[in-house]
T-cell receptor
């Protein structure tokens, strides 16, 4: 079975531009998570969905960040406008009951 | 207060030794506990999970859980250089929320 699929794998963008990160969860998984990882703060939970509904978005750093899950097989995370401090690895993960499984990550650099 | 705390290390052990990684958590309502391994530049991958007090063994890995003391540990027997990575402890709170520690960096010296 395919794992969690994320795109793009790498993105370099200029400050002020909109960034869109995409995720396809593992088929049949009801939960989808967005995490951000930096050296300083480790893995931070940004938002998670259950059956396409956002359950907890308290980890979203500010209004510049938004996430949607229009159907069971797709989610996106948008940053508008992007800032250099948003540079990080963004992981999408999915699960049913039990462990969560990560995608390969989207490496974002904002210059 | 952080939900999950780990010693960041680095932890160095000689090849063939036992590596011991520890994690404490703050929420007594925590349901499930997981260990992930993350190689540099890669995503976290699941090694083990444990739900009940006691030990759980899987090959060279043993997870230990003590809910009364709110700690979970991972032992790696016969450590190999390929075990060199960052090990992340994760705790599942009620509502299927997963929180991760900042990880312990392990180096196995040949």
């Amino acid at each position: 079975d395919a794992g969690v699929i994320q795109s793009p794998r790498h993105e370099v963008t200029e400050m002020g531009q909109e960034v869109t990160l995409r995720c396809k969860p593992i088929s049949g998984h009801d939960y989808l998570f967005w995490y951000r990882q930096t050296m300083m703060r480790g893995l931070e939970l940004l938002i998670y969905f259950n059956n396409n509904v956002p359950i907890d978005d308290s980890g979203m750093p500010e209004d510049r960040f938004s996430a949607k899950m229009p159907n069971a097989s797709f989610s996106n995370l948008k940053i508008q406008p992007s800032e250099p401090r948003d540079s990080a690895v963004y992981f999408c993960a999915s699960s049913n009951v039990g462990p969560i499984y990560f995608g390969e990550g989207s490496w974002l650099t904002v210059v | 207060q952080k939900e999950v705390e780990q010693n960041s290390g680095p932890l160095s052990v000689p090849e063939g030794a036992i590596a011991s990684l520890n994690c404490t958590y703050s929420d007594r309502g925590s349901q499930s506990f997981f260990w992930y391994r993350q190689y540099s530049g890669k995503s976290p991958e699941l090694i083990m999970f444990i739900y009940s007090n006691g030990d759980k063994e899987d090959g060279r890995f043993t997870a230990q859980l003590n809910k009364a003391s709110q700690y979970v540990s991972l032992l790696i027997r016969d450590s190999q250089p390929s075990d060199s990575a960052t090990y992340l402890c994760a705790v599942e709170l009620t509502g299927n929320q997963f929180y991760f520690g900042t990880g312990t960096s392990l180096t196995v010296i040949p």
